[in-house]
């Protein structure tokens, strides 16, 4: 089985900062993507940004100059450092990955708040 543990949501004010970690554990393939994908309360679950286990990225276009996500593929490890935040990112944020043939998994989830 796989477990992601994700740490560093909190409060912050607009224009701050926040670092995101994901830690995975488990049988993990060799060949995976890791991502962050957000949930604010009354919307739908969102793609924030993904990277392969190549170090191939993708961002959404909303967190697109701000978001930066990056990975230690030995440690199975993922983190997204977030710039500029706005309150429109306050959201719920879910860790996820990916694997050719399996189910994903997902993190417990951790609360981003962006508020004067």
């Known amino acids: 089985q796989v477990q992601l543990v994700e740490s560093g949501g909190g409060l912050v004010q607009p224009g701050g900062s926040l670092r995101l970690s994901c830690a995975a554990s488990?049988?993990?393939?060799?060949?995976?993507?890791m991502g962050w994908y957000r949930q604010a309360p009354g919307k739908q679950r969102e793609l924030v940004t993904t990277?392969?286990?190549?170090?191939?990225?993708n961002y959404a276009d909303s967190v697109k100059g701000r978001f930066t996500i990056s990975r230690d593929n030995a440690k199975n490890t993922v983190y997204l450092q977030m710039n500029g935040l706005k309150p429109e990112d306050t959201a719920v944020y879910y860790c996820?990955?990916?694997?050719?043939?399996?189910?994903?998994?997902w993190g417990q989830g951790t609360q981003v708040t962006v508020s004067s």
């Open positions: 990277i392969t286990s190549g170090g191939r990225t």
């Open positions: 488990g049988s993990i393939f060799s060949i995976y993507v």
């Open positions: 996820n990955l990916a694997q050719i043939g399996v189910p994903p998994y």
